[in-house]
């Protein structure tokens, strides 16, 4: 089992939808866990932190199930700017690991 | 500002000429790390550091080598570069605890 999984995509979805994410990790001693953004070559960007108890910053919302070891994201009333590649990040003891990422297209 | 610096950002070389890549933060992290990046494969960890002079394997470390002399400073060594070394790689810093890993702009590594 891969340690960081993601459904690669595409999400293509019309402007205003809402889009959920799904991310499941493998390594359960896991201590941390984060949502990235990035745009297409560019470097990518801490879009939250993922928390136990869920947490929420505007039109997104992370969520933790530690039992079922997968995290989510939540994409209310999408953008046309929300279009990027989302990666899942879980940190396992000493290192951070990247999911391969889930592309979202937000269509006009 | 807080940033992570990688020089340079597009390199064209040649089948085994040695090059470094440089990176640098002035954040004061522990934690320092390279990645590649390739269509369909995603991030995967070259090497990383988890403070100076304490270098540990990633996933992908052949053909590369690092060291970390300092603190701010993390370069990637290619000794002999290969064709299936071409890709994107970024370096990214975070402090112990990995509340956050900033990221270089990354470097477009062309070998021929």
């Known amino acids: 089992r891969k340690e960081v999984e993601q459904d690669p995509g595409p999400f293509n979805v019309p402007e205003g939808a809402t889009v959920a994410f799904n991310c499941t990790y493998s390594?359960?001693?896991?201590?941390?866990f984060f949502w990235y953004r990035q745009d297409c070559r560019k470097e990518p960007k801490l879009l939250m932190s993922?928390?136990?108890s869920g947490n929420e910053d505007g039109r997104f919302t992370a969520q933790l199930n530690r039992a079922s070891q997968y995290i989510s994201l939540l994409i209310r009333d999408s953008k046309l700017s929300d279009s990027a590649t989302y990666l899942c990040?879980?940190?396992?003891?000493?290192?951070?690991?990247f999911g391969k990422g889930t592309k979202l297209s937000v269509i006009p | 500002e807080a940033q992570v610096t990688q020089n340079p950002r597009y390199l064209i070389t040649v089948t085994g000429k040695k090059l470094t890549v440089t990176c640098s933060q002035n954040?004061?992290?522990?934690?320092m790390s390279w990645y590649r990046q390739d269509p369909g494969l995603g991030l995967r960890q070259i090497y990383y550091?988890?403070?100076?002079?304490?270098?540990d394997k990633g996933d992908v470390p052949e053909g590369y080598k690092v060291s970390r002399k300092e603190k701010r400073n993390f370069p990637l060594i290619l000794e002999s570069p290969s064709p299936n070394q071409t890709s994107l790689y970024f370096c990214?810093?975070?402090?112990?605890?990995?509340?956050?890993?900033?990221f270089g702009q990354g470097t477009r590594l062309t070998v021929v």
């Open positions: 990214a810093s975070s402090p112990l605890g990995h509340t956050e890993a900033f």
């Open positions: 954040m004061n992290h522990e934690y």
């Open positions: 550091s988890m403070n100076v002079e304490v270098t």
């Open positions: 993922v928390y136990s």
């Open positions: 990040v879980v940190n396992p003891p000493r290192q951070l690991t």
């Open positions: 390594n359960s001693a896991s201590q941390s």
